[in-house]
């Protein structure tokens, strides 16, 4: 499998998806423009690394960014070097975990977005489950753990050497106001091995909301649940943040509410049809 992901087909792909999608410098300061002449000249002895297991992830850089409803959220930016490579292993995974995913989660997938999940939730309410549990992953990307992850990997990838490098850019480290600290748990979003990290984590939570034939749409680290009945959303909240603290080891908290916002969407009250209206968020997180 690590000769799929190094292949040159592969690489170039990714090379191409990193410089199309642009973003910011890591910690070494390179840019995207300078990425091809940088692999070009240096290729041979990255690869040859990955390929015995000796290659070193750069940190990635620690940035906030403003959230849309107020507060901040923390993204890594990793190397545009690091970017390729978690990009090549993103392409060769993807296929191989994707269809296993719950029918229920529509984030980061391919052929798969946001509006087909707010349609999915607009077809509960006609449906008459009008309470919405929302299940709020509080710093879900900074609580994944290690362990579990990697052996929710192992379950599919049969290449150590694969394995191995994707343990090393979970641990890669921080830096932070120019100090380095090192990362226990966690996967910091902005690269992209983090959608496809956090996909495979979730996934063990959508199959336990199938298991209980509950109805509900997953949007990486936002997932709504939808009953008719309060008691019935308070019983599926104290149940669910059991599971998410008890199995998954993450700080969840399932929060019940009549106000139905999704995606960044809010729905109506009308029971036939709910209009769907697009959420603008102000400084004080109203419409």
């Known amino acids: 499998m690590i000769e799929e992901v190094l292949s040159r087909a592969n690489m170039l792909t990714a090379l191409a998806r990193v410089e199309a999608?642009?973003?910011s410098h890591g910690v070494d300061g390179m840019s995207v423009k300078t990425l091809r002449e940088h692999i070009v000249q240096n290729w041979p002895t990255i690869r040859e690394s990955i390929r015995n297991g000796t290659y070193e992830p750069s940190p990635v850089r620690r940035v906030e960014i403003p959230k849309p409803n107020g507060g901040t959220r923390s993204l890594g930016i990793p190397t545009v070097t690091d970017r390729l490579i978690q990009q090549a292993i993103t392409q060769v995974l993807?296929?191989?975990f994707d269809p296993a995913y719950s029918e229920h989660s529509y984030g980061f997938r391919p052929q798969r977005r946001g509006h087909d999940a707010v349609r999915k939730a607009?077809?509960?309410m006609q449906e008459g489950y009008r309470i919405v549990v929302e299940i709020d992953l509080e710093k879900f990307f900074d609580r994944v753990h290690h362990d579990r992850l990697m052996a929710r990997l192992a379950e599919r990838v049969p290449d150590k050497r694969?394995?191995?490098l994707i343990r090393s850019y979970l641990q890669a480290g921080v830096m932070e106001n120019g100090l380095i600290r090192g990362t226990a748990e966690g996967a910091p979003q902005g690269g992209p091995l983090s959608p496809l990290l956090s996909n495979i984590v979730l996934d063990e939570l959508d199959k336990e909301l199938e298991k209980r034939n509950l109805r509900l749409v997953s949007y990486?680290?936002?997932c709504n649940i939808y009953v008719k009945t309060w008691k019935a959303g308070q019983r599926v909240m104290d149940s669910v943040s059991s599971f998410i603290e008890r199995k998954l080891?993450?700080?969840?908290q399932p929060n019940e509410k009549q106000e139905r916002k999704f995606l960044g969407f809010t729905f109506g009250r009308?029971?036939?049809?709910?209009?769907?209206?697009?959420?603008?968020?102000?400084s004080k997180g109203k419409d």
């Open 94 to 96: 993807t296929p191989v």
């Open 249 to 252: 080891k993450i700080e969840g």
């Open 122 to 124: 607009k077809g509960y």
């Open 220 to 222: 990486a680290d936002d």
């Open 21 to 23: 999608n642009k973003g």
């Open 162 to 164: 694969v394995l191995k």
């Open 270 to 282: 009308e029971k036939e049809n709910p209009r769907i209206r697009i959420f603008f968020a102000t």
